[in-house]
């Protein structure tokens, strides 16, 4: 049973503080879980505080908009007369369909959406049947924590930005990616990552979090540098922009942003602005 995040750890927290010595802009980088259990949303009060006090909310993407949710459609599927299928030799092709149907998705009707939105889709499927939900998403319970407090939400990317890294990568890595997706489900092992992942986001663990973010895509370097390394220079950059503007702005990423040596804080280090990791009695 997962514990509430300021029940677990008393020390270092999933968030940086970042200011700017010359405007006075402060910045709060929240790493998030973005699919979790109820338990993830009992935040302390070191990290409820700051959202207070903050004048605007930022997130990497607000997936309710019109235009998110058109573009997303847009891009979900392979050309005419393409088939997934087409790619998978015996093996393989009877491997994913067996994960498929254990995710709750039918194989026949999936056969034409791309690689790496059938894995998003597959394993949004599998956390779900394990209990963890995107409306526990600590993304999602800040972006209606801000609608409700009438604090203005900000986006880091566009649809377009996060579509095209999603989409990176060559067709043989997207496939390896999906296939490994496959085989953690049939594996048994979704459940026991998923724990690790949030053990390590609750503690404040960085070194655990990069760790596991290589076991999820240190084979599959193109994709690795599209969707986290780009992205993550992308968004220190957005950031250092409210930065410097002397605005002070709540920042919730995925957590995987926050690791790594090339994680964003470290960016806005490299970038001249003091960052230090926050802890609970902050």
């Given at each position: 049973?997962?514990?509430?995040?300021?029940?677990?750890?008393?020390?270092?927290?999933?968030?940086?503080?970042?200011?700017?010595?010359?405007?006075?802009?402060?910045?709060?980088?929240?790493?998030?879980?973005?699919?979790?259990?109820?338990?993830?949303?009992?935040?302390?009060?070191?990290?409820?505080?700051?959202?207070?006090?903050?004048?605007?909310?930022?997130?990497?993407?607000?997936?309710?908009?019109?235009?998110?949710?058109?573009?997303?459609?847009?891009?979900?599927?392979?050309?005419?007369?393409?088939?997934?299928?087409?790619?998978?030799?015996?093996?393989?092709?009877?491997?994913?369909?067996?994960?498929?149907?254990?995710?709750?998705?039918?194989?026949?009707?999936?056969?034409?959406?791309?690689?790496?939105?059938?894995?998003?889709?597959?394993?949004?499927?599998?956390?779900?049947?394990?209990?963890?939900?995107?409306?526990?998403?600590?993304?999602?319970?800040?972006?209606?924590?801000?609608?409700?407090?009438?604090?203005?939400?900000?986006?880091?990317?566009?649809?377009?930005?996060?579509?095209?890294?999603?989409?990176?990568?060559?067709?043989?890595?997207?496939?390896?990616?999906?296939?490994?997706?496959?085989?953690?489900?049939?594996?048994?092992?979704?459940?026991?990552?998923?724990?690790?992942?949030?053990?390590?986001?609750q503690a404040g663990d960085l070194a655990a979090l990069d760790r596991l973010t290589?076991?999820?895509?240190?084979?599959?370097?193109?994709?690795?540098?599209?969707?986290?390394m780009r992205r993550n220079r992308d968004m220190a950059a957005k950031v250092a922009?409210?930065?410097?503007?002397?605005?002070?702005?709540?920042?919730?990423?995925?957590?995987?942003?926050?690791?790594?040596?090339?994680?964003?804080?470290?960016?806005?280090?490299?970038?001249?602005?003091?960052?230090?990791?926050?802890?609970?009695?902050?």
């Amino acid at each position: 049973m997962l514990l509430p995040l300021s029940a677990t750890h008393a020390g270092q927290l999933p968030m940086w503080e970042v200011r700017d010595p010359v405007s006075g802009g402060t910045v709060y980088l929240l790493g998030s879980i973005h699919v979790c259990k109820a338990s993830c949303l009992n935040f302390p009060e070191a990290i409820t505080r700051r959202f207070r006090d903050s004048q605007a909310l930022a997130v990497e993407l607000d997936p309710g908009a019109p235009h998110t949710v058109q573009a997303i459609q847009q891009a979900m599927l392979l050309p005419e007369q393409q088939s997934l299928w087409q790619q998978l030799d015996g093996k393989k092709h009877d491997a994913l369909q067996s994960a498929l149907t254990a995710a709750g998705l039918s194989p026949e009707a999936v056969g034409r959406v791309r690689p790496p939105m059938l894995a998003a889709m597959m394993s949004a499927m599998v956390w779900e049947k394990l209990g963890y939900s995107q409306r526990f998403g600590v993304d999602q319970w800040f972006m209606q924590s801000a609608r409700d407090a009438g604090k203005p939400l900000r986006e880091l990317e566009t649809i377009e930005q996060q579509l095209g890294a999603l989409l990176s990568g060559s067709e043989q890595e997207q496939l390896r990616a999906l296939m490994h997706d496959a085989d953690t489900i049939l594996s048994g092992r979704a459940e026991a990552y998923l724990g690790r992942l949030v053990a390590a986001w609750q503690a404040g663990d960085l070194a655990a979090l990069d760790r596991l973010t290589l076991e999820e895509f240190g084979d599959y370097p193109e994709i690795h540098s599209a969707l986290l390394m780009r992205r993550n220079r992308d968004m220190a950059a957005k950031v250092a922009g409210w930065l410097r503007q002397g605005e002070r702005v709540f920042v919730v990423v995925g957590a995987a942003h926050i690791a790594g040596d090339q994680n964003i804080a470290a960016l806005l280090t490299q970038a001249g602005f003091t960052t230090r990791q926050l802890s609970d009695s902050d």
